[in-house]
């Protein structure tokens, strides 16, 4: 995310709500081709979280997704590492229900070095972008370069109903 003046390295990435629970994890479970997607991802980014560097000790493979707010289409355009905090602070919205919304905001502002007004700011575009994609019927694709690298994830799109 990128703001007037200062450009982030970790930021809340809220799904819209019709979009929830689609995921490559959601479709293919703990079967080979996601073991595969992931540790793949996880020698890519050198066993290490991408947004902060942490080693662990339990890493996630994140989705990482573009959303074209004219044509609703959200893309699965790649996977990322990230640590339980960093996790928790992209998916904010979740840290809040489950109570852990101070550890993400904590987590925001180190990984950030950043203040907790910014951090509120940053907060409060995710939530309104949140509201607005959530009124939004999406098509869910996957990004070509990642579909030939894993032919699998044709299946993701099905998981939209």
């Known amino acids: 995310m990128k703001t007037k003046t200062k450009t982030y390295r ?3 990435e809220l799904i819209p709500a019709p979009l929830w629970g689609v995921s490559a994890y959601r479709v293919f479970g703990k079967t080979k081709p996601w073991k595969e997607i992931r540790q793949e ?20 493979c994140h989705d990482k997704w573009r959303y074209d707010d004219k ?35 904590k987590q925001l502002r180190r990984v950030n070095r950043c203040t907790e007004r910014e951090v509120g700011e940053m907060i409060a575009a995710a939530m309104s972008q949140w509201e607005k994609r959530s009124k939004k019927k999406w098509t ?15 299946e993701v799109p099905l998981m939209l109903r």
């Open 71 to 105: 044509t609703r289409v959200a893309t699965l355009i790649g996977f990322e590492i990230r640590c339980i905090l960093c996790h928790s602070a992209t998916h904010i919205g979740r840290a809040i229900e489950l109570g852990f919304e101070q550890d993400a905001i």
């Open 10 to 12: 970790l930021v809340p």
């Open 140 to 154: 869910v694709t996957v990004a070509p370069a990642l579909l030939k690298r894993y032919p699998r994830l044709e």
């Open 41 to 60: 991802t996880l020698e890519n980014a050198g066993d290490r979280c991408e947004s902060c560097d942490a080693d662990g000790p339990q890493l996630a």
